[in-house]
């Protein structure tokens, strides 16, 4: 059953920590990104990265750190420079679709959310 | 860099009324403008998508319209269900491509019985 899963779902991080989200797809797309969602800010994009080994800043890159070694894998740290880092956070995927050609869907995983204590 | 704006931020309609969101967009070579739904505790999922090409798409009870000019997209349910209530988002590219993908704020949709 192909799709992208995030752990851990929950996380709660003491002030100063730095904590890692992981997550991986097996669609075998180019594309992963992730959002941070907000109430009543929508999706607000983090990182993403088109290929293995490449990836680019968002809107919001501050206090955060990626890496792409693999192109099933995008894990996402959470550091502690990351002001104010509670909030729900969103990886995704997309890439080319046999039959549709497609490359602007975002397949979504069920998120992870973060809690600052 | 672009800027969506997404109203209303709630909306509540009776089961079997029309329900529309509204979507304006701020970047003129933006191309591609999809529309996803997150239901309650789910991930969000594309419920429907256009490009520049076209003015308008429909998919069963749902459509969406384009216009340009004006530079804003809208979202029309007909014969709203209960199993619409959810957060839509709109969102807007450059290049047709997920990765300069802006984001609405979302429209909480409630149908009620």
């Known amino acids: 059953d192909g799709g992208i899963t995030q752990s851990p779902k929950y996380l709660f991080r003491k002030e100063g920590q730095n904590v890692t989200l992981s997550c991986e797809q097996n669609?075998?797309?180019?594309?992963m990104y992730w959002y941070r969602q907000d109430p009543g800010q929508g999706l607000r994009l983090i990182y993403y990265s088109q290929i293995v080994n490449d990836f680019q800043k968002g809107d919001i890159a501050e206090g955060y750190s990626v890496s792409r070694e693999k192109k099933e894998s995008f894990p996402l740290t959470v550091t502690s420079a990351q002001k104010n880092p509670t909030a729900f956070y969103l990886c995704?995927?997309?890439?080319?679709?046999?039959?549709?050609?497609?490359?602007?869907?975002?397949?979504f995983g069920e998120g992870s959310r973060l809690t600052v204590l | 860099g672009e800027n969506v704006e997404q109203h209303p931020s709630t909306l509540s309609v009776q089961e079997g009324d029309s329900a529309v969101i509204k979507c304006t967009y701020s970047?003129?070579?933006?191309?591609?403008f999809p529309w996803y739904k997150q239901e309650l505790g789910k991930r969000p999922q594309l419920i429907i998508d256009i490009r520049s090409n076209v003015g308008e798409k429909k998919d069963q009870r749902i459509a969406v319209t384009l216009n340009k000019t004006a530079k804003h997209f809208s979202l029309h349910i007909t014969e709203t269900q209960p199993e619409d209530s959810a957060v839509y988002f709109c969102?807007?590219?450059?290049?047709?491509?997920?990765?300069?993908?802006?984001f609405g704020t979302g429209t909480r949709l409630q149908v009620t019985l």
């Open positions: 969102a807007a590219s450059i290049g047709g491509t997920a990765s300069k993908l802006t």
């Open positions: 970047d003129s070579a933006s191309n591609y």
């Open positions: 669609l075998n797309h180019d594309a």
């Open positions: 995704a995927s997309s890439g080319w679709r046999l039959g549709t050609g497609n490359t602007g869907e975002l397949f």
